[in-house]
């Protein structure tokens, strides 16, 4: 005559007492627990809180003669990236303006090539490139967020229409 063999699902109360009911239960969160912490990891990877390839984007103008590369979520007090790609027509000096909601929540950390003229004028900042040979420049600018929040920035190309930028810093 064979032994009979437990059910492994069934509560018991020796040597241990214990609920498999409520085992269960708990592998199962267990289980979804780990799930959740993995796709956390994954969205991490891909950029979905910071940089990365889902963060990444380019915003232009109307006119298609500004781009503007940049993270759509960004981290407070972080350096940040941007990359200004200016079409114009040749001779013609490059006149860039930062609009006020920009310069109010950003700090300027570095900005290449340096610009001829620097002026501000009712809190935006207005640069001034000499003439170029060519008919594209582009010009790299890093900068760092001063608080959390949503932001919507301008940057507008003189004669063009502004690139208007959205963006989430998180803390």
Not at 21 to 30: A, G, P, V, Y
Not at 69 to 80: F, L, Y
Not at 110 to 136: C, D, G, I, N, Y
Request: aromatic share 10%; net charge negative.
């Amino acid at each position: 005559m064979a032994k009979p063999v437990p059910d492994e699902y069934t509560g018991r109360t020796y040597p241990v007492e214990e609920d498999m009911r409520w085992q269960l239960k708990e592998w199962s969160i267990e289980k979804w627990g780990r799930r959740c912490l993995l796709a956390l990891v994954l969205l991490s990877l891909l950029g979905v809180f910071s940089d990365g390839w889902l963060s990444q984007t380019t915003t232009n103008n109307p006119e298609g003669t500004l781009s503007v590369e940049h993270q759509r979520i960004m981290r407070a007090m972080s350096d940040e990236n941007f990359i200004l790609r200016v079409k114009f027509a040749t001779g013609q000096p490059t006149v860039l303006t930062l609009g006020q909601d920009f310069m109010d929540n950003f700090e300027i950390q570095s900005l290449q090539p340096q610009p001829l003229f620097t002026h501000t004028s009712r809190h935006e900042m207005v640069l001034t490139w000499p003439a170029s040979a060519s008919k594209e420049q582009a010009l790299w600018l890093t900068v760092q967020p001063q608080s959390a929040g949503h932001f919507i920035s301008t940057i507008r190309l003189k004669g063009a229409e502004p690139v208007t930028l959205s963006q989430w810093v998180l803390p």
